[in-house]
């Protein structure tokens, strides 16, 4: 079992992986015993996914492989991009269009990590959560909760999912 992180030790860690405000981010883990470590690396890991803002690479990508596979699951995305740019919509629109979408179910899954919801009339009690695991994959009884409250804050653009301002930033 790895020795916890003292406060210093994690403010370096989180510094080092690029967490904005690392200090809050150590001092709620150590004084407020929130595994905040693994809330970062989830939601970074998380974001990693997301398409990342300027790069419109994916767009070719998908009309390629929509054009080769066309039947194939998620081809439609490929067909579909491929209508756009034949009608002049820009890669850098397509390329926010995606981002935004992509973050909105970031968010969307990271709230659903709380619980199942409560509109739901099954007869069953379920629930769910992420949870720390050990070294043998056993849940800890460290549960990373709030994910969603953190999922602006680590857009790796450090603007929230708001756009560009004109000036370019």
């Not at 904005?20 to 407020?32: F, I, L």
Request: net charge negative; charged share 25%.
């Amino acid at each position: 079992m790895a020795t916890p992180l003292g406060e210093k030790d994690l403010v370096a860690l989180f510094r080092r992986l690029g967490a904005p405000s690392p200090e809050d981010w150590a001092h709620s883990q150590v004084r407020e015993g929130i595994p905040q470590l693994a809330r970062f690396l989830f939601l970074k890991q998380a974001w990693s996914n997301v398409v990342p803002e300027g790069d419109a690479a994916w767009i070719d990508t998908a009309i390629r492989s929509a054009q080769k596979e066309p039947d194939a699951p998620f081809s439609g995305l490929g067909a579909a991009l491929a209508r756009c740019k034949a009608i002049g919509v820009s890669p850098d629109d397509l390329t926010v269009i995606a981002r935004c979408v992509q973050a909105e179910l970031l968010f969307a899954i990271a709230y659903l990590l709380e619980g199942a919801p409560n509109d739901l009339d099954i007869g069953a009690d379920v629930s769910w959560g992420l949870f720390e695991t050990d070294q043998h994959g056993h849940p800890t009884t460290y549960r990373i909760g709030d994910l969603h409250e953190s999922v602006l804050e680590l857009d790796p653009t450090g603007r929230e999912m708001r756009p560009k301002s004109p000036g370019g930033d």
